[in-house]
């Protein structure tokens, strides 16, 4: 490692955000990158492996396990990060109410009070953690980084008393910490499931599509603003003391809108688009969207646009 680098820990490297973000850190001079995950890179497969080539940092890979407090301590210890990058998580069936909840309390919240306490013992200069929109209650307004938060799914409660932890453990502890509420990131090595990638690939092969009705409002932003937004919260940490951020677009864009933009870009006919073919999720939110205001103001961040960011991507895909 060059001394003179400070060295940024990412956890969840395998992850369709963490491979950017490590990707994103490392070509910046100033740092150095230390990629993590819970297994050897060579025991990822499909679409993890794709993201750990695509992070290019294989040869410097730790594995980690969050839930192992003495191997926490020890590898804290042995590489003291300046910054570390807390995106690893329990987030599977994270859209359903048959979520883990016991899994995501070991995983998500438990571990943070020894990583806190080994980061602090090994000056560490700050967290940033990433957080969720789903903290949030369904409500037709932008969400607001002040606003009451009463979560609808028991990820989101997992998500939220992650935050609350890190927010307290920074306190106890006088770690600076930045909390970023990711909404919907979308672009390169994204679940193929996920709406976005998946119109994209079907249109492109020239298949049909069976979409639900597609009135629900989403808040959509490209990955590339979303490392972007990591970036200004890690200098932000200089600021001291813990805050929370909304990364996101800051508009609640039609899914319908969307689906219908990539078939414009895409150059395909919107009669293979099977608007209502599919049911949409029980309880399923119809509006969701955040206020980006305060990252623009505090960071001076300024995100593309939906439709920018599906050029790209489909751009990427060709």
Same mark, same amino acid.
Request: with cysteine; proline share 5%; net charge neutral.
């Given at each position: 490692?060059? %001394?003179?680098?400070? !060295?940024?820990?990412?956890?969840?490297?395998?992850?369709?955000?963490?491979?950017?973000?490590? +990707?994103? /850190? @490392?070509?910046?001079?100033?740092?150095?990158?230390?990629?993590?995950?819970?297994?050897?890179?060579?025991?990822?497969? !499909?679409?993890?492996?794709?993201?750990?080539?695509?992070?290019?940092?294989?040869?410097? $890979?730790?594995?980690?396990?969050?839930?192992?407090? *003495?191997?926490?301590?020890?590898?804290?210890?042995?590489?003291?990060?300046?910054? $570390?990058?807390?995106?690893?998580?329990?987030?599977?069936?994270?859209?359903?109410?048959?979520? &883990?909840?016991?899994?995501?309390?070991?995983?998500?919240?438990?571990?943070?009070?020894?990583?806190?306490?080994?980061?602090?013992?090994?000056?560490?200069?700050?967290?940033?953690?990433?957080?969720? @929109?789903?903290?949030?209650?369904?409500?037709?307004?932008?969400?607001?980084? @002040?606003?009451?938060?009463? %979560?609808?799914?028991?990820?989101?409660?997992?998500?939220?008393?992650?935050?609350?932890?890190?927010?307290?453990?920074?306190?106890? /502890?006088?770690? %600076?910490?930045?909390?970023?509420?990711? /909404?919907? *990131?979308?672009?390169?090595?994204?679940? %193929?499931?996920?709406?976005?990638?998946?119109?994209?690939?079907?249109?492109?092969?020239?298949?049909?599509?069976?979409?639900?009705?597609?009135?629900?409002?989403?808040?959509?932003?490209?990955?590339?603003?979303?490392?972007?937004?990591?970036?200004?919260?890690?200098?932000?940490?200089?600021?001291?003391?813990?805050?929370?951020?909304?990364?996101?677009?800051?508009?609640?864009?039609?899914? !319908?809108?969307?689906?219908? $933009?990539?078939?414009?870009?895409?150059? =395909?006919? !919107? +009669?293979?688009?099977? /608007?209502?073919?599919?049911?949409?999720?029980?309880?399923?939110?119809?509006? @969701?969207?955040?206020?980006? &205001?305060? =990252?623009?103001?505090?960071?001076? $961040?300024?995100?593309?646009?939906?439709?920018?960011?599906?050029?790209?991507?489909?751009?990427?895909?060709?």
């Amino acid at each position: 490692m060059n %001394p003179a680098k400070q !060295k940024i820990l990412v956890t969840g490297v395998s992850s369709f955000v963490g491979c950017h973000l490590a +990707r994103g /850190f @490392s070509q910046k001079s100033e740092w150095e990158v230390l990629p993590t995950g819970s297994k050897n890179p060579e025991d990822y497969k !499909k679409q993890s492996a794709r993201r750990i080539k695509f992070g290019g940092l294989k040869n410097d $890979w730790s594995v980690l396990n969050l839930k192992d407090e *003495p191997s926490i301590k020890q590898f804290i210890r042995k590489s003291q990060p300046d910054i $570390w990058i807390h995106h690893a998580g329990y987030a599977t069936s994270y859209a359903s109410l048959d979520y &883990d909840t016991r899994e995501g309390l070991e995983t998500n919240v438990a571990p943070l009070k020894y990583i806190f306490k080994n980061l602090s013992e090994n000056g560490c200069r700050g967290v940033v953690v990433t957080g969720s @929109s789903m903290e949030y209650p369904a409500t037709n307004k932008p969400c607001l980084e @002040s606003d009451a938060c009463l %979560p609808d799914t028991p990820y989101g409660q997992s998500k939220l008393n992650e935050t609350l932890a890190s927010l307290e453990m920074s306190d106890q /502890f006088g770690i %600076p910490t930045r909390i970023a509420r990711l /909404f919907i *990131p979308f672009g390169p090595l994204d679940d %193929p499931n996920k709406l976005i990638y998946y119109v994209i690939n079907c249109l492109q092969n020239g298949d049909s599509v069976d979409l639900s009705p597609c009135k629900q409002k989403r808040d959509f932003i490209y990955i590339d603003d979303v490392v972007e937004a990591y970036c200004l919260l890690i200098k932000d940490l200089d600021r001291g003391g813990s805050d929370i951020f909304n990364i996101c677009g800051g508009q609640a864009t039609s899914i !319908k809108d969307v689906v219908n $933009w990539i078939a414009e870009k895409v150059g =395909a006919s !919107k +009669r293979l688009l099977n /608007f209502g073919a599919r049911t949409m999720r029980a309880g399923e939110q119809m509006i @969701s969207y955040g206020s980006n &205001d305060k =990252a623009r103001e505090v960071l001076g $961040w300024k995100p593309s646009e939906v439709q920018e960011g599906i050029s790209k991507l489909i751009k990427h895909q060709n």
